[in-house]
């Protein structure tokens, strides 16, 4: 592009220097954050008040914290789900549905198993129950997939609907095993007592949050050092050459597939052993799913970052969803701009991370024949 | 081929003055002036990166130089466009053909001409294709769909396409890098014609092979800038070397030294029938230790079938394959491997390297790796290929797809030569020097040397016939999946090896 007498160019980079990695994505938390201030001086708030009481509620008191954390928790699951699948290309968006049958799984092991078994089993028995269907929510199209090259974007996409309705059915439509047979309410049946993680003190957070950070750590150390994550790596890169060193791509795409699928299940097991104790519809409207796609992007797929990605969203959600109870109510709307808006950016700053930004004097050229 | 003098000042047909042009990182033409004379035929030689093909590209209107000029009849030009290039006359028939494969020769060549009628009357502009065709010697039916053409047809279609928009100037990257022998002579003699003609011919080629003959200048460009210009006679072949690379460089034939012993490698009337088509007739050869045995051939006629059929990437549907007696037929690559096989694909990044993996993880790569992958070791072992090998690269941990095609061949052959032990005594290896420097082909070959005098037995897979002819104890003819000929090394006729490469022995 040329302006007046100086021409502006994007060159790519030879390298990135380590820095960039972390000024692309500061950067467009920023300019997010800009955007969305210009919609709240629009819509008539003041943009520094709104953001201080969002920073407030979402993260810096201690009830925003724990609530964020809460909510984080299964976030994370999901988030590594994603981060897991994407790292070998396969596009696993079915995370949602998933997570719903994590949470049928683990809520019928909380009420028909957790009764038989000694304490201390109960609760890694349920979590293991969810991420069991959980995976198994993924196996078809995994089969699918590895067998016969079907597109996995598009089975998992549209299991996430008979997920969906089956929760629906489970809860609205049939008065089943899930239902509670106690009251003509529509909701789920409890789980047992032992069946079910105590919160921090009277905050909304729970030991969960600890295995899923934990589970993070486990990963990011399992992938670098492993010859399974060595082969993903091999197979992402270049599936000729994981042909060439004989590697199995049918066993690697099942395993992956399962396992991401196994860690979205544990992030519905999480919601029932943690708040839920229960098949609960409310699961249903904050599309954790979706979003732990969104952090796994912004994370660039790094199973740390995924952790720090998650607590930053959750927090817009749980301070955006204050501010609309302040005595100058912004609209929930707000917050999904700025998610929105981060995620915008932040893959829009990918391409100063890939290019270096020129500006050049136009030269005339003498000719000297 | 005289000069046109005018008023005693010599006019070129096209020059380029102090053309420099900057990559991020790289200068790839440095102050680089260049003469191209009506009626020429002038090779632009150096080596991948020497800023051949960058010259090229300002030449032809592709690339806009950052500083000096691009003259054409003594005039200035700015070109801002290849089509732009081609109002001037000036046009580049590229490495990789640019043709639709489903239209007719005749469709492709009037593809993009702007002043075509509103309604396309077939036979006319088949009439038109053909004289032109004719007129320089280019025997070519328009009606025939570009999808059937050999290479050299292909690249035929792409001249006549140059000329038909009415080039007064061609130039032709790595035009001989696909042809067999016989469709250079006639691409040689087309040159010949265009010349007669008034026209001018650049051969921008990083070989010194047969463009070099028949030219009537050589240009020698080395990191950026022209080491050299010579008219034809002023230079051998050893000279020019010296020119592209800097330094002396050794490409003399290596044979055998030591007396072939044992039999390693055994196909016994191996075939391979896919979606009924026979890709690999019947073919039957045995390779000793000690010894390399060369498979020419075109591109296309059977060899990558072959290699991955030793490699067991694919099994055959007839025959036996034996490496140290026992039958590997079908067992995957993996136990071909343990039974002693180490292979060199063609497509180094990509099938033989994962790209983005550093060189000590692509070492791991063909290892019994178990629960964690050991990079300690690998680490040790990368560090000692680098020093071995000279591997220029800024450290171990570096991805392959930024390393030279030289060095990341380094890597590989490493890799499969070396790491894979002493157990490991067969070697396939896939045109292990192509699109590599001259520098990069000589440290490749001796690598293969070395394997062979180290008692392994090699079998050399190459589309490139000197390389062949440079290396093997033993040749043979690939042509339609069938071995047509077969010669000892040291008993080559190129004619006749050149003739059964075209299929016609």
């Known amino acids: 592009m040329i302006i007046g007498n100086f021409r502006i160019e994007l060159e790519p980079r030879l390298s990135s220097p380590k820095w960039l990695y972390l000024a692309v994505p500061a ?102 129950i969810g991420a069991a269907t959980g995976a198994f929510w993924v196996l078809l199209p995994a089969i699918l997939r590895a067998k016969l090259g079907t597109s996995e974007i598009v089975s998992t996409l549209l299991l996430n609907y008979v997920a969906l309705n089956l929760v629906n059915y489970f809860i609205y439509g049939s008065r089943g095993f899930f239902r509670d047979p106690t009251t003509s309410f529509p909701q789920g049946r409890g789980v047992e007592e032992t069946a079910r993680f105590h919160s921090f003190g009277t905050s909304n957070t729970y030991p969960t949050v600890i295995i899923a950070v934990l589970l993070a750590v486990a990963l990011y150390w399992f992938m670098k050092r492993s010859n399974f994550g060595y082969e993903t790596s091999v197979f992402a890169d270049s599936p000729n050459t994981a042909r060439y060193a004989g590697m199995n791509a049918t066993k690697l795409t099942l395993s992956v597939l399962l396992f991401s699928g196994a860690l979205a ?67 929930i709307a707000i917050a999904v701009v700025l998610q929105g808006s981060v995620l915008l950016f932040a893959l829009g700053g990918e391409i100063f991370r890939r290019n270096r930004l020129r500006i050049r004097r136009v030269q005339q050229v003498s000719v000297a024949s | 081929m005289g000069s046109h003098r005018l008023g005693g000042a010599t006019l070129f047909a096209l020059s380029a003055r102090q053309v420099t042009k900057r990559f991020p990182g790289v200068l790839a033409n440095d102050r680089v002036d260049f003469d191209l004379l009506p009626g020429e035929v002038h090779t632009l030689l150096g080596e991948n990166g020497a800023g051949k093909s960058t010259l090229a590209s300002v030449l032809c209107g592709l690339y806009k130089p950052d500083e000096g000029a691009v003259l054409r009849n003594g005039t200035q030009v700015r070109l801002t466009s290849p089509r732009h290039g081609l109002q001037n006359g000036i046009a580049m028939v590229h490495q990789h053909f640019r043709l639709v494969d489903r239209f007719t020769i005749a469709e492709n060549v009037v593809l993009g001409h702007r002043n075509l009628p509103f309604r396309l009357r077939a036979n006319d502009l088949e009439d038109q294709v053909a004289q032109v065709a004719e007129r320089f010697g280019l025997p070519l039916d328009p009606r025939v ?8 047809q292909r690249q035929r279609v792409e001249i006549v396409k140059a000329l038909y928009q009415g080039a007064e100037i061609l130039l032709l990257d790595e035009p001989t890098a696909l042809l067999a022998p016989p469709e250079v002579e006639k691409l040689f003699e087309t040159v010949r014609a265009m010349t007669q003609a008034g026209k001018s011919v650049v051969f921008v080629s990083h070989k010194l092979g047969e463009v070099v ?68 007739a019947n073919i039957s050869l045995s390779v000793r230790a000690g010894e390399i045995v060369g498979i020419a051939g075109v591109s296309g006629n059977g060899q990558r079938e072959l290699a991955e059929i030793v490699a067991g990437l694919q099994a055959p549907t007839s025959g ?88 990341s061949q380094k890597v590989l052959l490493a890799r499969e030569i070396f790491a894979a032990g002493d157990n490991s005594r067969v070697l396939v290896v896939c045109s292990p020097t192509r699109g590599l420097d001259v520098g990069a082909v000589e440290a490749v070959h001796k690598l293969l040397d070395e394997a062979r005098s180290s008692g392994k037995a090699v079998l050399l897979i190459s589309e490139d016939l000197d390389e062949v002819l440079t290396l093997a104890d033993k040749v043979l003819v690939l042509y339609r999946g069938s071995v047509v000929h077969e010669v000892a090394g040291h008993e080559v006729d190129v004619e006749a090896v050149g003739l059964a490469m075209a299929g016609l022995s």
């Not at chain 1, 049928?104 to 028909?112: H, K, L, Y």
């Not at chain 1, 994370?299 to 204050?322: K, Q």
């Not at chain 2, 769909?145 to 050299?152: D, F, H, I």
């Not at chain 2, 051998?236 to 070397?241: F, G, I, P, V």
């Open chain 1, 27 to 128: 950067g467009s938390l920023v300019f997010a954050f800009i955007v969305g201030g210009i919609f709240l001086a629009l819509t008539g708030h003041s943009p520094i008040g709104t953001y201080g009481s969002l920073i407030s509620h979402g993260y810096t008191s201690s009830k925003g914290i724990t609530n964020t954390l809460g909510l984080a928790t299964p976030l994370i699951c999901t988030g590594l789900a994603a981060a897991f699948a994407f790292r070998m290309n396969l596009f696993n968006i079915g995370e949602e549905g998933q997570m719903y049958l994590g949470m049928i799984g683990s809520a019928w092991a909380g009420i028909a198993l957790a009764g038989h078994l000694p304490h201390v089993l109960a609760v890694p028995t349920v979590l293991i």
């Open chain 1, 265 to 331: 299940g544990l992030a519905g097991a999480m919601y029932v052993v943690g708040p839920a104790g229960k098949v609960d519809p409310g699961l249903l409207q904050i599309g954790l799913g979706y979003a732990g796609i969104v952090v796994a992007a912004l994370a660039r797929y790094n199973f740390v970052a995924v952790v720090l990605t998650a607590i930053l969203f959750a927090g817009l959600r749980v301070g955006g969803a204050s501010l609309q109870i302040s005595s100058n109510p912004v609209p």
């Open chain 2, 145 to 152: 769909t570009v999808g059937e053409l050999s290479a050299g």
């Open chain 2, 213 to 280: 003959d028949i030219s009537d200048r050589v240009t020698v460009m080395r990191d950026g800038r022209v080491t050299g210009s010579v008219a034809r006679g002023e230079a051998d072949t050893r000279k020019l070397a010296e020119l592209m690379v800097g330094r002396d460089i050794d490409l003399s034939p290596r044979r055998s030294r030591v007396a072939a012993q044992e039999t390693l490698l055994q196909l016994d009337k191996v075939g391979l029938t896919k979606d009924g088509i026979e890709r690999i």
């Open chain 2, 320 to 407: 036996e394959i034996l490496i140290n007696g026992a039958r590997v037929n079908g067992i995957g690559t993996r136990k071909v491997r343990e039974a002693g096989l180490a292979y060199v694909p063609e497509d180094r990044l990509g099938t033989g390297l994962a790209p983005s993996l550093s060189i000590v993880d692509n070492l791991v790569l063909t290892r019994d790796r178990g629960f964690l992958v050991d990079r300690k070791s690998a680490l040790v072992e990368a560090e000692a290929f680098i020093k071995q090998l000279e591997i220029k690269t800024p450290h171990a941990h570096t991805a392959t797809r930024k390393l030279s095609g030289g060095n």
